[in-house]
Nanobody, 122 residues
Framework: QVQLVESGGGLVQPGGSLRLSCAASGSVVSVAAMGWFRQAPGKGREFVAA????????VYADSVKGRFTISRDNAKNTVYLQMNSLKPEDTAAYYC???????????????WGQGTQVTVSS
């Protein structure tokens, strides 16, 4: 089992920045990849970014490419999502996920955090 706890969400103005963190505990050695997804009210959960176990491979949704950066610190069992140039359409609950490999699909991830809310508004 792997437990994931997100933090760092909040209210930010358009154009601002936030950094989300996801701390993993439990059988973290079994985790091959970490990902971030988001879900806005009334919409499905969508892929944001993912990173491999080593951190060498990363993928991003087109909507966040160039603005968001995913990274990880394996010594701290923590993955980060640096979000810059935030837009109102980035408003959503953001979820950390751990799984078997990098994927855009929620089905590839076995463990999920509870989510942290990001609101972009003036």
């Amino acid at each position: 089992q792997v437990q994931l706890v997100e933090s760092g969400g909040g209210l930010v103005q358009p154009g601002g920045s936030l950094r989300l963190s996801c701390a993993a505990s439990g059988s973290v050695v079994s985790v091959a990849a970490m990902g971030w997804f988001r879900q806005a009210p009334g919409k499905g959960r969508e892929f944001v970014a993912a990173i491999s176990r080593t951190g060498y491979n990363t993928v991003y949704a087109d909507s966040v490419k160039g603005r968001f950066t995913i990274s990880r610190d394996n010594a701290k069992n923590t993955v980060y999502l640096q979000m810059n140039s935030l837009k109102p359409e980035d408003t959503a609950a953001y979820y950390c996920a751990a799984g078997r490999g990098i994927s855009y699909s929620t089905n590839a991830y076995d463990y999920w955090g509870q989510g942290t809310q990001v609101t972009v508004s003036s």
